[in-house]
Every structure is written in structure tokens, then in C-alpha cells.
């Protein structure tokens, strides 16, 4: 099986119908992606969508945020998901790997990611590209319902 990963620079229908199947093995309450949505992301000047594609058909996305802060820059990956039959066959480390390519050339000095504690497969494959558990506690509040 051969991954190729791209960035995503235009949305069409299929990328819609692939990324409405993949999310939910994300997490099921995550709202549905519309054309428009995702077109935010692919046009935003600090966010690239990456997909694993097999056979030109889609298996995997990512998204990497990359924003300027007084700080520095510092790159942060997000929705990262490969479809359940093509999970263990490279995908999710080729995303990975671009992810962290274009970090660097974007300047970023650290990425940072969550996860959740179930995804124990997901857990390897960051310990196994470099990353390390922290001890950060994560927070948020909901805005409007």
C-alpha cells in the first residue's frame, strides 16, 4: 500500500464526502464538515489540511495550525484521523512526518497535540516520531450552542 499525503489547496465534493466519514472516527460529536467549512481551513493563513490518499482515495487527514504569537511560532496539530481499514499501514505516520516537515519550514521551533487517553495506537506513533507526554492540563468552555 502506497500513502501519499498532499496539502489540501482546493475543496471539492469528494474531499466533503471524505472528510463527513472520517471525522465521526474522530469523534462522533463532532459537527459535520460543509464545503464552506472546509474551505476556511484551506484558505486560512495559518492553517494547512493535509489527507493521505491510497489509490486517490482519501484515508486520512490532519491539520496544522501554524500562528505567529508574541511568543514565537509554534505549530499545533489537530483532527488527526485515518479511516479504521486502512489504520496501521503508514498512513497516520505520512501525515505525521508532513506535518512536521512543514512546521519546520514554516519556522515553528516546538508542535504541540492532545489526545485522548483511549487512543493507545495513536500514542505510539507520536512517542515513536519524537513527541513526549506533558503535563498540561487541557480547558475549554463552550461559546454558543
Known amino acids: 500500500m502506497s500513502v501519499e499525503v498532499r496539502r489540501v489547496r482546493e475543496v471539492g465534493d469528494e474531499l466533503v464526502a471524505a472528510m463527513a466519514g ?76 508532513e506535518a512536521l516537515r512543514l512546521a519546520r519550514e514554516l519556522g515553528a521551533g516546538r508542535v504541540d497535540l492532545t489526545s485522548n487517553p483511549r487512543r493507545t495506537a495513536a500514542h505510539r506513533l507520536y512517542e515513536g516520531l519524537g513527541f513526549t507526554a506533558g503535563d498540561s492540563r487541557v480547558y475549554w468552555r463552550v461559546l454558543a450552542e
Open 22 to 97: 472520517l471525522l465521526p472516527q474522530l469523534s462522533p460529536d463532532l459537527p459535520k464538515p460543509t464545503r464552506e467549512s472546509l474551505t476556511r481551513v484551506v484558505e486560512g493563513d495559518s492553517t494547512v489540511l493535509l489527507v493521505a490518499e491510497v489509490g486517490g482515495r482519501v484515508v486520512g487527514t490532519l491539520t496544522l495550525l501554524v500562528p505567529v504569537q508574541p511568543s514565537g511560532v509554534r505549530a499545533r496539530v489537530e483532527d488527526v484521523v485515518v479511516d479504521e481499514a486502512a489504520r496501521g499501514r503508514g498512513a497516520g505516520r505520512a501525515l505525521m512526518e
